[in-house]
């Protein structure tokens, strides 16, 4: 059968309104989203989008992943991130895993039975990923793991991780792999993270690999193959935050403005103050600004182009937007802003995590700086 690529974006800005929206409010005190959500996430096809009909996926592009993203973080960042790590480590074990990895983990995800990360960071190694210390080493024909990951979506629930480790010397980009972990084995311990701001449905956790053993089978992308395929990769990641942040200033502009239509204030509604309209204005054009970069950007990835630079443009003007302007239009709320029925607190901060993940601010501004403007190469 095949999928009308609009009635399933309209289907999930359906889920994500009545369903996600109204669950998300309890996730900003610390409860966990019902597995329930999953499965519901799955029987609309949000962890198969990218993935291969051979597979048992839907055969889409980037584009259709990327928009629903944008709507899902506009009822909640956290589950956006959840579903498209999950779904991004579906489609990577599809496209890459051997017979036996696709055998054993694939079904699963692919049904929201289980969910997935994929963890780079570690204690002493983040915007440095070449300076990762977990380690691999090949032990009678199996690879043997320790290390600790941290800071990663869906950690504390997940059974599955791709994990990138080192192979080689430490700093080798060379030497770096991919491996395909059961989190639930033992030789591995996990962690919650609790921060205010690490909302929790995106399940931010860490984990330690103690003399973890793998079958070679296991190895998802070789050494050398590893460090290429996080920075091939990681355009997509900064174009779909773009679209988050676009997806939470649209929800945020939604709501201060029907606040600004009903809530009254010196014997008129507030929207009809012109003072409070200016904060509403600006958001609205930084957003016009930021959807119409994060557009191209999804072109260009979409499409297969070099997207470097198009992704990193876009999400330093999403991101920007956002922290900038969620602030003053949870301000044009009053403290009604600050209820939990509206998303505007989870969104602000969202926004902020928005500025590290899958690149920070300041290393994507050197990554524009370079690209867009290269050093002339002088002879001194
Ligand atoms: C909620 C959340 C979820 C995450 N999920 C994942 C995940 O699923 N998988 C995963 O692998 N990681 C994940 N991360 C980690 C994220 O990728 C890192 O936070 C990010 O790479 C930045 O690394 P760091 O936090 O260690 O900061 P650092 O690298 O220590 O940097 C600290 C600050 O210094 C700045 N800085 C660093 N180097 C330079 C420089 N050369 N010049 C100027 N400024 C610099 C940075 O921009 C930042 O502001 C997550 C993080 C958060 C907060």
């Not at 991004?88 to 074990?93: G, K, S």
């Not at 991780?161 to 591995?188: E, K, M, R, W």
Request: charged content about 20%; glycine content about 8%.
């Amino acid at each position: 059968m095949s999928i009308d690529k609009s009635d399933l974006l309209y289907e999930i800005r359906r889920f994500a309104a009545e369903v996600v929206g109204l669950a998300a409010p309890s996730w900003a005190k610390g409860r966990a989203p019902d597995p329930v959500l999953f499965r519901k996430a799955a029987d609309l096809g949000l962890f198969r989008l990218q993935v291969p009909h051979s597979e048992g996926g839907l055969g889409m592009g980037f584009m259709h992943k990327a928009y629903a993203c944008k709507a899902l973080a506009a009822a909640d960042f956290g589950f956006a991130m959840s579903v498209v790590n999950t779904h991004n480590v579906a489609a990577r074990i599809a496209s890459s895993g051997s017979d036996e990895t696709r055998a054993s983990f694939l079904p699963a995800l692919l049904w929201g039975e289980s969910s997935a990360c994929t963890a780079l960071t570690e204690p002493a190694a983040g915007s440095d990923i070449a300076a990762m210390q977990t380690r691999a080493t090949k032990a009678g024909g199996k690879w043997v793991l320790n290390g600790e990951k941290c800071w990663i979506v869906n950690a504390r629930h997940a059974s599955t991780a791709i994990v990138y480790a080192q192979t080689a010397d430490q700093g080798d980009i060379d030497g770096i792999a991919a491996f395909v972990v059961d989190l639930t084995a033992s030789g591995c311990r996990r962690y919650a993270t609790s921060s205010d701001f690490a909302q929790s449905s995106a399940g931010t956790g860490g984990f330690v690999l103690t003399d973890l053993t793998l079958p070679e089978a296991n190895m998802i992308l070789a050494p050398g193959q590893g460090f290429r395929s996080i920075m091939e990769e990681i355009n997509g990641a900064r174009t779909y935050v773009a679209a988050m942040c676009c997806g939470m200033m649209e929800a945020g502009l939604r709501h201060a403005s029907a606040h600004g239509a009903s809530r009254r204030a010196f014997g008129k509604p507030l929207s009809a103050h012109q003072g409070w309209r200016i904060p509403l204005a600006r958001a609205e054009t930084a957003l016009a600004a930021a959807r119409a970069l994060t557009d191209i950007a999804i072109a260009a990835v979409h499409a297969g182009h070099d997207a470097q630079l198009q992704a990193a443009l876009a999400k330093v003007a999403a991101t920007d937007a956002a922290t900038t302007h969620l602030p003053a239009l949870l301000h044009a709320m009053g403290a009604e802003g600050l209820d939990t029925r509206y998303p505007m607190a989870r969104h602000l901060a969202a926004a902020q995590i928005a500025t590290l993940v899958d690149g920070s601010t300041e290393m994507l501004l050197e990554r524009i700086a370079r690209l867009a403007r290269p050093i002339p190469h002088t002879s001194n």
